[in-house]
């Protein structure tokens, strides 16, 4: 059984006063789903996890420390500390009660991209960014995902595969059993277009096949989410397909209605 995850990414969003009124708002409603999920016969519970940006770290250790809610940042140093300017370290987010790091989104990848590095070498950024966060007892959110140019020649398997294989070859496959995958499709994203649920699932599906190749028992626990415009509209169809485990939610997730709507159809689709 793979408990769904929803994940919360606030991107660089919200003044310091509304966030924590927003963090307030999301545990309570969260709270409340329990107590409807609890009398729903085909419910399961789900995890959340919300990602501000780091600078409220504090404010999410204040108000969500001792609830279900987890919490982490949008990004982790590949190194553990030094000359790094602006970079944040996996032992530092373990300090702020962190339990999560999103690692790989196609957002930092752009920036990357602008220095022109080649798609082979920003995986491997990426490989010992999930190094140090399996290292620090952090679950990283690897966001895999191909660009439009990607998907309309038919390079969604090349582009994905060459990311976990990159893992799989520096940690093993075991190691992602501490990990979860996210499929985000850079043309999804932020567009409000989202992959359909036919998409979304035949993707899933290699996904988990390839680290099935290595490891089978892995591959049938390992969560994989996808993100890219979900809402509360599209979410039940996209959670109801049986390798879609959740979801990584970017402008829901600032919207406390939809953002509750969307982890309620997560609760409907254990697998
Ligand atoms: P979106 O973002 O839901 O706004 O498309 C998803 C993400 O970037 O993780």
Redesign the pocket.
Known sequence: MRKPLVAG?WKMNNPIESSRTLLQKILYNAEMLDSILAKEENACSIDIALFPPSVYLREAQEVLTGSDLHWGTQNVSAYDEGAYTGEISASMIKGFGCDYVLIG?S?RRCLYEKLELDQYVLDQIVAEKYAQAISHDLTPIVCIGETKEDYESGKTEQVIARLLDILIEHKGAHSLSKAVLAY?PVW???TGHSASPEWAQQVHAFMRARVAAHDKKTAQGLRIIY????KASNAAAIFSKPDVDGG?????SLDVEAFTHICFAAALHQK
């Open positions: 990414n989104h957002e985000e999804a994203i932020g993100g890219g415009s979900v990584l939610i970017g402008g829901a």
